[in-house]
């Protein structure tokens, strides 16, 4: 029982749906009032309707119900008729029958126009008195339901009526009111004609005509808006007989047609068919859309109303998949209509954005949207879909440069991008149909028939005045400006001769076949004017890959005489990126993408460089450069780098130092690609050059770095990669000379592709023997004195130790070479701990590091080595004391030498 009187005990589970039928309740009291709001407007106005008719049909019935008894008035007639004629018949002395009344009968028109009247009368009183119940139900179906605050039980009783409405048909008590007073009124009609028969035959058949008429309106109202849903009249007997045709339709055979009929009968309501034709996609659907987009902008009388409609455009145009297709006519309608002229407004909006009576959040706020809005129209295709759809009167110097807040110029940066591509791209149309008219005329004048020119003379305003809209600063060659000047020449002297017009039509075709080229050109400069502003914003610029993805241009397929801008761009880039502090993120990514442009058109040109990539490389974390790799060649990064060492071969350390950090870089990032797959692609005499010139440049403290990690790539070019590799490294072999000597090979003249051959003449030595040799050389290297260290060498170590060498191993001689050069670094006292701890930990020892037993793949045999080997790391495990990573690592190494004893 407490369970019944209380609907919500302490229950967790419930409590935890309460901010669920928080939602249904709020949408719910909104459908309820609305509903309930409805029914008593409806009902104040039947019963104001109700009790007017019933006055004025009282009226009307105080006159006709007399025609239903004797009339006193004509009964006093006839009985004075009767005593006349007796006193007459006294006088004469003769005797008179007096004749007997008839009894009295009510008239046939009488009765039946009373009997109209009085139903019609009781059917308006009835509508009145259930007008005023339904009233009552209304305003306490709305009290119940807001009786209780609790979410959970206030949705319950909300549920609870609304069904109970629904169950008791009381929607169909609401519609049958209307219907019975209509019914009263036609009624009444009827009545009114029955009245008239005895008074006057003609009064009677203009009222009859009247009904009629009001009969058939009546009728064409209830049948309207079941042929035409979105018909605004209808009546109560229209719902009456739809449900009526869909109850027939559900017991007739379905039909074989593939038609979609009009009615269907899965729809339970009139409503839910205009709902479903309402949004249906057709021709017509689209023709109300423009005209409702259309009046919607000619009512937004200022920009405070305006600015929600330029708020949504780049919504309906954008999503963050994309593009957006579906209203891209709605927004051409928008644009080209002479009433509208969204652009226009737009434009406007943005020009007054900056006024000094807006606050600088509404300004800011005003402005974003407005650069949002055009970017976004900006970006629409034409209907062909091969050129921009043409802004034709937009104000490209409201998108000038300035100095702006971040918060602006983020978004002007990409709109100022894609207002200049438009009028490129959208005038590209216009010249391929100008040449394509100049062509037809000169093969005409070239057969002396000299037709009118006024079709092309009529094109080159319209192509000259988009060019004009582009900013100045785009037009920097001489020849892309004197191309234009050959339009405005073109434009301004027409021909007034046969010979003159053939003439100048020459240089139309002449000029408009050159215009692409120009076009092209203005179209790098301003991809890369977008690059460079974009990389000095504090972060991406809004939709910069969308805004990318707009210029028509494959970046992979840039001439090498187009790309030298590409170039510029990268070097003043890093130039503005080097005053900075670090690098930001994005700005990486942009100098990847130039980069990746440059890579793609110079990539057999071996004496190209970028004049900042030395300093671009040596500022940049792995994972920069790692980004840069992924875009470019990293041996085109590396043929790069060698082409700048090899123009400063004569300079001294302190201007090829950096070029060889550089270096280190881009080879320690193949040195890394090659342990993530064991594939290289590429040939050692690309690392050949490149060692080569760290040879002959001047000694800094990258070189020895740098020449042994280009050493390993040259070896892991050299490497066969199967299953059983650490076999074939031991068995393969390699020129000594191109390696470890000082051979110095004939350098690559200009233009050549690839360094001349070298002598396959020389000692060969397995590729494992070389690697283990280059370690020793760089390990002793590094123990020459702290200030002797070479660059990153630790890091150098990692790549240097990540092998495994395997049966039939190394040579005792090359043993004792790398035991000796552990020993070394174990010793002194200044070697660098992380550097110890690279060599240490380097796959090179992990046969002797993981705890392994069947030392199968023991590689350090020969006694000496051994020896010189382990009393290295006691010497260095009891000079150190204190307990590390190191010092374990060495321990468990040890301990494993102890067990092969």
């Given at each position: 029982m407490a369970d019944e009187e209380h609907p919500l005990p302490n229950d967790p589970d419930e409590a935890a749906g309460a901010k669920l039928w928080s939602v249904y309740i709020s949408e719910a009291e909104k459908y309820d009032k609305a509903l309930v709001e409805s029914w008593k407007s409806d009902m104040e106005g039947i019963l104001i309707f109700a009790g007017l008719f019933s006055a004025i049909l009282t009226a009307f019935l105080i006159e006709s119900y007399k025609t239903l008894s004797p009339d006193a008035g004509a009964t006093t007639v006839v009985l004075l008729t009767q005593i006349s004629l007796q006193l007459s018949g006294i006088s004469n002395g003769s005797s008179i029958e007096i004749p007997t009344s008839p009894p009295f009968a009510a008239p046939m028109s009488s009765l039946v126009c009373n009997a109209l009247w009085f139903v019609s009368l009781g059917l308006s009183l009835s509508c009145a008195l259930i007008a005023t119940l339904v009233e009552q139900w209304a305003r306490e179906f709305q009290h119940k339901a807001e009786m209780r605050s609790a979410p959970i039980i206030r949705a319950r009783i909300f549920t609870y009526l609304y069904y109970g409405l629904k169950r008791f048909h009381m929607h169909l008590v609401v519609d049958l009111i209307p219907l019975l007073l209509h019914a009263s009124l036609?009624?009444?009609?009827?009545?009114?004609?029955?009245?008239?028969?005895?008074v006057n035959r003609g009064i009677m058949v203009l009222s009859a005509f009247i009904l009629a008429l009001v009969v058939l309106v009546y009728?064409?109202?209830?049948?309207?808006?079941?042929?035409?849903?979105?018909?605004?009249?209808?009546?109560?007997?229209?719902?009456v007989l739809w449900r009526g045709i869909r109850n027939m339709r559900l017991l007739l055979p379905p039909r074989t047609t593939d038609a979609v009929p009009i009615l269907n009968i899965s729809d339970p309501s009139m409503i839910d068919v205009m709902s479903r034709l309402a949004i249906r996609r057709s021709g017509y659907r689209d023709e109300r859309d423009y005209r409702a987009l259309c009046w919607t902008v000619r009512s937004l009388a200022d920009d405070e109303e305006l600015e929600p409609f330029i708020e949504g455009v780049p919504d309906v145009l954008w999503s963050s998949n994309g593009r957006r297709t579906r209203y891209d006519e709605?927004?051409?309608?928008l644009l080209h209509d002479p009433e509208v002229q969204l652009l226009h407004r737009v434009e406007n909006f943005l020009r007054t954005s900056d006024s000094d009576l807006l606050s600088p959040d509404t300004q800011s706020r005003r402005r974003i949207a407005a650069l949002k809005a055009v970017w976004a129209i900006?970006?629409?295709?034409?209907?062909?879909?091969?050129?921009?759809?043409?802004l034709e009167s937009f104000d490209a110097t409201l998108l000038a440069q300035s100095i702006l807040p971040f918060k602006i110029a983020y978004y002007q940066v990409s709109t100022r991008t894609v207002v200049n591509l438009n009028f490129l791209l959208s005038v590209s149309g216009d010249i391929h149909d100008a040449t394509q008219v100049a062509v037809v005329l000169d093969a005409l004048a070239k057969d002396a028939v000299y037709p009118p020119i006024n079709q092309l003379s009529l094109l080159l305003p319209p192509i000259l005045s988009k060019l004009d809209r582009l900013a100045q600063d785009l037009w920097q060659s001489s020849a892309d400006r004197e191309h234009r000047d050959n339009l405005l020449d073109l434009r301004d002297h027409p021909p007034t001769s046969p010979l003159e017009q053939a003439e100048w039509i020459t240089q139309c075709v002449i000029t408009f076949n050159s215009l692409p080229t120009v076009l092209q050109a203005l179209e790098y400069e301003i991809f890369v004017a977008y690059m460079i502003d974009s990389a000095a914003l504090e972060s991406w610029p809004y939709e910069f890959e969308a805004t990318r993805a707009t210029f028509s241009f494959d970046e992979s397929a840039v001439?090498?005489?187009?790309?030298g801008m590409f170039s510029t761009a990268f070097d003043s880039i890093v130039s503005e990126q080097s005053r900075r502090a670090r690098y930001s993120t994005h700005a990486d990514e942009i100098l990847a993408i130039l980069l990746a442009i440059c890579a793609a058109s110079f990539s057999d040109d071996i004496t190209y460089f970028p004049l900042?990539?030395?300093t671009y490389l040596r500022n940049q974390e792995d994972l920069a450069v790692s980004q840069v790799a992924q875009k470019c060649n990293t041996l085109w990064l590396s043929s790069c780098l060698t082409t700048e060492l090899i123009g400063r071969e004569r300079e001294s350390a302190l201007l090829t130092g950096p070029v060889v950090e550089a270096i280190w870089h881009v080879a320690f990032l193949m040195a890394r690609q090659y342990l993530d797959s064991y594939s290289y692609h590429s040939t050692p005499s690309v690392h050949g050059r490149t060692l080569e010139s760290i040879r002959k440049a001047a000694p800094s403290n990258a070189s020895w770095s740098a020449i042994a990690v280009t050493q390993t790539n040259i070896l892991n070019a050299l490497s066969p990669t199967p299953s059983d590799f650490d076999n074939l490294e031991a068995s393969n072999t390699v020129l000594v000379h191109l390696i470890l000597s000082e051979h110095k090979s004939t350098p690559a003249t200009p233009g050549e592709t690839t360094p001349p051959p070298v002598s396959d003449a020389g000692p060969r030595l397995s590729i494992l023997t070389m690697r283990v040799?280059?370690?020793a050389n760089f390990i002793q290297r590094c123990t020459a004195g702290p200030a002797e260290i070479p660059f990153n060498a630790a890091r150098t170590i990692e790549i240097l130790t990540a092998f495994t060498p395997g049966p039939p191993g190394v040579h005792a001689e090359h043993q004792m070479l790398f035991s000796r050069s552990w020993s070394a670094a174990f010793a002194a006292e200044d070697t660098p701990v992380e550097l110890l701890q690279a060599m240490a930990n380097g796959e090179l020892l992990s046969v002797y590091s993981g705890g392994s037993r069947e030392w199968a793949h023991r590689w350090l045999d020969d006694v000496f080595a051994i020896q010189i080997f382990t009393e290295s790391i006691s010497t260095y495990l009891h000079r150190v004391t204190e307990t590390n990573a190191l010092t374990r690592k060495l321990g468990i190494i040890q301990r494993a030498f102890n067990q092969i004893d």
């Amino acid at each position: 029982m407490a369970d019944e009187e209380h609907p919500l005990p302490n229950d967790p589970d419930e409590a935890a749906g309460a901010k669920l039928w928080s939602v249904y309740i709020s949408e719910a009291e909104k459908y309820d009032k609305a509903l309930v709001e409805s029914w008593k407007s409806d009902m104040e106005g039947i019963l104001i309707f109700a009790g007017l008719f019933s006055a004025i049909l009282t009226a009307f019935l105080i006159e006709s119900y007399k025609t239903l008894s004797p009339d006193a008035g004509a009964t006093t007639v006839v009985l004075l008729t009767q005593i006349s004629l007796q006193l007459s018949g006294i006088s004469n002395g003769s005797s008179i029958e007096i004749p007997t009344s008839p009894p009295f009968a009510a008239p046939m028109s009488s009765l039946v126009c009373n009997a109209l009247w009085f139903v019609s009368l009781g059917l308006s009183l009835s509508c009145a008195l259930i007008a005023t119940l339904v009233e009552q139900w209304a305003r306490e179906f709305q009290h119940k339901a807001e009786m209780r605050s609790a979410p959970i039980i206030r949705a319950r009783i909300f549920t609870y009526l609304y069904y109970g409405l629904k169950r008791f048909h009381m929607h169909l008590v609401v519609d049958l009111i209307p219907l019975l007073l209509h019914a009263s009124l036609i009624i009444f009609f009827a009545g009114l004609v029955a009245f008239l028969v005895p008074v006057n035959r003609g009064i009677m058949v203009l009222s009859a005509f009247i009904l009629a008429l009001v009969v058939l309106v009546y009728s064409v109202l209830t049948v309207l808006p079941l042929l035409y849903f979105d018909c605004p009249y209808r009546t109560p007997l229209s719902g009456v007989l739809w449900r009526g045709i869909r109850n027939m339709r559900l017991l007739l055979p379905p039909r074989t047609t593939d038609a979609v009929p009009i009615l269907n009968i899965s729809d339970p309501s009139m409503i839910d068919v205009m709902s479903r034709l309402a949004i249906r996609r057709s021709g017509y659907r689209d023709e109300r859309d423009y005209r409702a987009l259309c009046w919607t902008v000619r009512s937004l009388a200022d920009d405070e109303e305006l600015e929600p409609f330029i708020e949504g455009v780049p919504d309906v145009l954008w999503s963050s998949n994309g593009r957006r297709t579906r209203y891209d006519e709605h927004l051409r309608v928008l644009l080209h209509d002479p009433e509208v002229q969204l652009l226009h407004r737009v434009e406007n909006f943005l020009r007054t954005s900056d006024s000094d009576l807006l606050s600088p959040d509404t300004q800011s706020r005003r402005r974003i949207a407005a650069l949002k809005a055009v970017w976004a129209i900006t970006t629409m295709p034409r209907r062909d879909g091969r050129f921009l759809e043409p802004l034709e009167s937009f104000d490209a110097t409201l998108l000038a440069q300035s100095i702006l807040p971040f918060k602006i110029a983020y978004y002007q940066v990409s709109t100022r991008t894609v207002v200049n591509l438009n009028f490129l791209l959208s005038v590209s149309g216009d010249i391929h149909d100008a040449t394509q008219v100049a062509v037809v005329l000169d093969a005409l004048a070239k057969d002396a028939v000299y037709p009118p020119i006024n079709q092309l003379s009529l094109l080159l305003p319209p192509i000259l005045s988009k060019l004009d809209r582009l900013a100045q600063d785009l037009w920097q060659s001489s020849a892309d400006r004197e191309h234009r000047d050959n339009l405005l020449d073109l434009r301004d002297h027409p021909p007034t001769s046969p010979l003159e017009q053939a003439e100048w039509i020459t240089q139309c075709v002449i000029t408009f076949n050159s215009l692409p080229t120009v076009l092209q050109a203005l179209e790098y400069e301003i991809f890369v004017a977008y690059m460079i502003d974009s990389a000095a914003l504090e972060s991406w610029p809004y939709e910069f890959e969308a805004t990318r993805a707009t210029f028509s241009f494959d970046e992979s397929a840039v001439s090498a005489d187009m790309a030298g801008m590409f170039s510029t761009a990268f070097d003043s880039i890093v130039s503005e990126q080097s005053r900075r502090a670090r690098y930001s993120t994005h700005a990486d990514e942009i100098l990847a993408i130039l980069l990746a442009i440059c890579a793609a058109s110079f990539s057999d040109d071996i004496t190209y460089f970028p004049l900042n990539l030395t300093t671009y490389l040596r500022n940049q974390e792995d994972l920069a450069v790692s980004q840069v790799a992924q875009k470019c060649n990293t041996l085109w990064l590396s043929s790069c780098l060698t082409t700048e060492l090899i123009g400063r071969e004569r300079e001294s350390a302190l201007l090829t130092g950096p070029v060889v950090e550089a270096i280190w870089h881009v080879a320690f990032l193949m040195a890394r690609q090659y342990l993530d797959s064991y594939s290289y692609h590429s040939t050692p005499s690309v690392h050949g050059r490149t060692l080569e010139s760290i040879r002959k440049a001047a000694p800094s403290n990258a070189s020895w770095s740098a020449i042994a990690v280009t050493q390993t790539n040259i070896l892991n070019a050299l490497s066969p990669t199967p299953s059983d590799f650490d076999n074939l490294e031991a068995s393969n072999t390699v020129l000594v000379h191109l390696i470890l000597s000082e051979h110095k090979s004939t350098p690559a003249t200009p233009g050549e592709t690839t360094p001349p051959p070298v002598s396959d003449a020389g000692p060969r030595l397995s590729i494992l023997t070389m690697r283990v040799i280059i370690l020793a050389n760089f390990i002793q290297r590094c123990t020459a004195g702290p200030a002797e260290i070479p660059f990153n060498a630790a890091r150098t170590i990692e790549i240097l130790t990540a092998f495994t060498p395997g049966p039939p191993g190394v040579h005792a001689e090359h043993q004792m070479l790398f035991s000796r050069s552990w020993s070394a670094a174990f010793a002194a006292e200044d070697t660098p701990v992380e550097l110890l701890q690279a060599m240490a930990n380097g796959e090179l020892l992990s046969v002797y590091s993981g705890g392994s037993r069947e030392w199968a793949h023991r590689w350090l045999d020969d006694v000496f080595a051994i020896q010189i080997f382990t009393e290295s790391i006691s010497t260095y495990l009891h000079r150190v004391t204190e307990t590390n990573a190191l010092t374990r690592k060495l321990g468990i190494i040890q301990r494993a030498f102890n067990q092969i004893d």
